[in-house]
C-alpha cells in the first residue's frame, strides 16, 4: 500500500503564500500522476493541480498563474506552492497519486491523502 501524508497548511491572510507537501510512502513499484485537489464547503471536489511524470502540468483557471505544481521524484514528494491566495481559496486540500504499488499490479492505482485546511482570510 502506499500512504501519503500531506503538511504545510494552516492560516493566511489573504494575499498571503503558502506551500503544501505530500510525501509518498510504503510499497511503490512507480509513481505516474502526482496532484492535488480541493474541497470547500458546500462544493465538490475539484482538481487544482496535477503533474505527471514526465514533468507536464496542468492547472484549474481559477489558480493560474498565482500557483505552481512541482515534484521530487527522488523523495516521492508533490508540492503546490500557492501565491497571491484568496479568501475563495479556502478549501480543504488533498494530495492525490496514482501509482504501481508493485510489479505484479499491471494498472495504475489512485491514492488520496488526508487532507490539510487551509484557510485564508479576507
Known amino acids: 500500500q502506499v500512504q501519503l501524508v500531506e503538511s504545510g497548511g494552516g492560516l493566511v491572510q489573504a494575499g498571503g503564500s503558502l506551500r503544501l507537501s505530500c510525501a509518498a510512502s510504503?510499497?511503490?513499484?512507480?509513481?505516474?500522476?502526482m496532484g492535488w485537489y480541493r474541497q470547500a464547503p458546500g462544493k465538490q471536489r475539484e482538481l487544482v493541480a496535477i503533474?505527471?511524470?514526465?514533468?507536464?502540468?496542468k492547472y484549474v483557471d481559477s489558480v493560474k498563474g498565482r500557483v505552481t505544481i512541482s515534484r521530487d521524484n527522488a523523495k516521492n514528494t508533490v508540492y503546490l506552492q500557492m501565491n497571491s491566495l484568496k479568501p475563495e481559496d479556502t478549501a480543504v486540500y488533498y494530495c492525490n497519486v496514482l501509482a504501481r504499488p508493485d510489479a505484479q499490479t499491471r494498472g495504475l492505482i489512485m491514492y488520496w491523502g488526508q487532507g490539510t485546511q487551509v484557510t485564508v482570510s479576507s
Open positions: 510504503g510499497s511503490i513499484f512507480s509513481i505516474n500522476a
Open positions: 503533474i505527471t511524470s514526465g514533468g507536464s502540468t
